[in-house]
């Protein structure tokens, strides 16, 4: 499985940005699909997460309300869209899959940075 996150940029705070995570693999619906975000300095930290069902959706609390997670298994791929962004937002975001009823993510895109301005 190969995953490739996109999306990412400069924004001033309160607004709005959509990561995209394109995966390389024929059976994307059997996946569970989650967003990881690392500032500098930190420990990388749960966003929020889709099943592979795309009936449950589950957040950080610090993200309910503001982001939310998606995907088209038709696409092979999975979104992000945050809105009224914060300047603790800014961070490395990465996407992570896993084959369902798993419990570690085993695979990770490369991450792609979001950037919010004071």
């Known amino acids: 499985v190969q995953l490739q996150a996109s999306g990412g940029g400069l924004v001033q705070a309160g607004g709005s940005l959509r990561l995209s995570c394109a995966a390389s693999?024929?059976?994307?619906?059997?996946?569970?699909m989650a967003w990881f975000r690392q500032a500098p300095g930190k420990e990388r930290e749960f966003v929020a997460t889709?099943?592979?069902?795309?009936?449950?959706?589950y957040y950080a609390d610090s993200e309910k309300g503001r982001f939310t997670i998606s995907r088209d298994n038709a696409k092979n791929t999975m979104y992000l869209q945050m809105n009224s962004l914060k300047p603790e937002d800014t961070a490395v975001y990465y996407c992570?899959?896993?084959?369902?009823?798993?419990?570690?993510?085993?695979?990770w895109g490369q991450g792609t940075q979001v950037t919010v301005s004071s």
């Open positions: 889709i099943s592979w069902t795309n009936s449950s959706t």
């Open positions: 693999v024929r059976t994307f619906s059997t996946y569970d």
């Open positions: 992570a899959a896993r084959v369902r009823f798993s419990i570690r993510w085993n695979y």
